[in-house]
Structures are given as structure tokens and as C-alpha cells.
């Protein structure tokens, strides 16, 4: 009898026996997955969904009681992920990149898992080399220049380090850490972030990897961490981001980043998309098997919702019978005028939300109750 079959009640019991018997965060974290991949109702998630919606933002107001979510509102419940952003942490800010008040942030992500729910951290940072952001692709020597021997290895340590200090602070009330997925170096199958194809050779990226988890898992002891690796979509010779991958060891989760294109008419982007995510997806899923990883659809999502039914029309059919264990859609900013149009999880009043609904209520998907 496989754990598909396995009784609810069941393997509740079995989860709360398993942590009875001492099992650590992250295997603790490791089984929810499972159970969710198993059970074929991946859990949802939002980036910044305690952070800010599409008319409210926390950091701005300073609301420290993080209630409020643009999915809650429209889906009656919270996210089951949290998406989180450690960018420009390293240059020691304040505040991330999209404006989030990183003490903000670090009792959103405490409240979040204290609620039941599951935290993963991104990392957009800065080039260490030019000095620009995530995506100035000028040089193709930056990954060369902080691996061990380069000329800014030791400065890039430094942002390692502040990054393993904040992760350390992401503790729960009873002072323990709380576990997190961390994705970094994602997408890294294109060419528009510094860490990208073409812009360092399949070697320098799998020991840019290695090098970041001995730092952050060996060194620091941060063993709370799952770690998830994201290629992008592709619509053919996906299988090639093979080669980017740094070893069984290093790596839990399997994931895709991929999105609705909007620069296409609908009736092109809307099939694309299924036909896209469902080949990866599948392609995934194999190398999830044989390699004994977790499968995720890491980041997805349609821009603007323009479509009314992109739910249960498209995401739907897009992962239908695919065992992934969560999606997470991306942000909604509530900066105006962008926050007409860069939205991927519905708000009151606004596009898909009675289509939302719908999709959660038909059990598919699975959110924080």
C-alpha cells in the first residue's frame, strides 16, 4: 500500500508520532511535502502574502500584526507557503528590495509557521562584481570572482554571513529555529539573472551551490534548511538544466519556475502555458523519482489575472495528476500605478476571485486551515 492510499486520520498519526519520536524541523518539514505530493493536493503559497496586498502594506504602516493576506480575504484562508525575499540583506539594508521591513519580515515568517503554515526564502541579490543588481548580466566573471580564489570571495562571505545571521534569528516562541525552504541561485537555466546560463559555465554555478550550502548548512550548522533548486521552463531540451545541478546531497526539492506569458494574445499564452509546464513539469517529476527529491512548482503565475477562469481553466489542467507538493504564485504590490497590473493572487473586487473560490473549494489545492 503506498501513502497515497493511506487513511487522512491515519497519517496524521503517523506525522504526530514521527515528531514524537524526535524527528528534526527539517524532517518534520520534509514529511509535510511528502504527504502533500503523495496525496496529490499541493499546498498553495504567496510571495509577500503577510507583507503587503494589493491595497495594504505592513512595512508602510507599520502593522505589526501581520493578519492581513489578499488571499485570505478572497480564498477564506491563508496561504499554506509563505514566499519571502532575502535581497539585499547582503548590503546590510533595512529593507529588501520590494520595501519589506526585514524585522517585519522576520516576525511574518515566525507568526507564519506558529500558525501551521511553511516559510521558503528567495534570494535576489546584488552583483558583488559591478556592483549592480540581480539582473546586470555585463560580465560573465562574477560567479568566477567569488568562488574561492576570486578577487571578491571574501567580500561575497560577508553577505553569506548576514545572510546565516538572519536565517539563526528565525526562531519561534519557545526559542528553537524554525525550519524554511531556501531557493537560491533560481532560474539559473536563463540568462537574466548574473548567475544565469551564459553567463557562467555549468561548473561555476554547481560550486557556487556547494559552496553556499557548506557555508550556510556545514559551517553555520543551519540544519533547519531544505534547500530547493528551480530551473525555468523551456519548451524543448528542458532536460539540459542537468547539468546544473550540483549533486544529490546538496538538494531536496526539485522545482519550476515558470509563467503565463503576457507579451503573447491569450489564445496563444493560455495553451502555451499548459502545454509548457505540464512537459517540464513531467520531466521533473522523473528526475524526482530517480533521484529520491520532492517535486514543487516553485514559482508560477499569470500577471494580471486577465483571464477570469485561469484557475481552473489553466493552472488546473496545467499540474493535473502531477505530484507536486506546493506552487507559489508571485507577489501583489500594492506600488500604484504597477499595482493595476502586477498581481498573481486574486484581491477583493478584483479579477479570478470568484474563480479562486472556486478552485479552492473543488479540494485541488490546499490552503492553511
Known sequence: MTMRHVNPIIMLTLLLFMAACGN?????????????????????????????????????????SLERSDVLATGGAYPYILGLDLGWLEIDSDFNLDGNDFDLMREAAVKHYERGGIVTLSWHLRNPLTGGDTWDVSSDKVVESILPGGEKHEYFMGWLER?????????????????LIFRPWHEHTGGWFWWGTGICTAQQYNDLWKMTYNYLAVERKLDQLVWAISPGAANENFEVWEERYPGDEYVDIVGLDGYCATYLPQEEAL?????????????????????????????????????????????????????????????????????????????????????????????????LQ
Not at 40 to 50: E, R, S, V, Y
Not at 163 to 170: E, G, H, K, P, Q
Not at 315 to 344: C, K, Q
Open 24 to 64: 528534526t524541523p527539517k524532517e518534520d518539514l520534509l514529511a509535510a511535502l511528502e504527504n502533500a505530493s503523495q496525496q496529490g493536493t499541493p499546498l498553495f503559497g504567496h510571495q509577500d502574502d503577510l507583507m503587503y496586498g494589493h491595497t495594504w502594506n505592513v512595512t508602510k504602516e507599520d502593522d505589526r
Open 163 to 179: 545572510v546565516a545571521n538572519y536565517i539563526d534569528s528565525l526562531k519561534d516562541s519557545r526559542g528553537q529555529r524554525i525550519p
Open 271 to 367: 495553451p502555451l502555458f499548459v502545454e509548457k509546464t505540464r512537459y517540464c513539469l513531467e520531466s521533473l517529476n522523473r528526475f524526482a523519482k530517480e533521484h529520491g527529491k520532492i517535486l514543487a512548482l516553485t514559482e508560477t503565475g499569470y500577471e494580471g489575472l486577465t483571464y477570469d477562469k485561469w484557475w481552473t481553466e489553466v493552472l488546473a489542467p496545467a499540474i493535473e495528476g502531477i505530484p507536486i507538493s506546493y506552487l507559489l504564485v508571485w507577489r501583489n504590490t500594492d506600488e500604484m500605478p504597477r499595482g493595476m497590473t502586477h498581481f498573481y493572487a486574486p484581491w477583493p473586487g478584483g479579477p479570478s476571485e470568484q474563480d479562486f473560490r472556486e478552485y479552492v473549494d473543488s479540494g485541488k489545492i490546499k490552503l
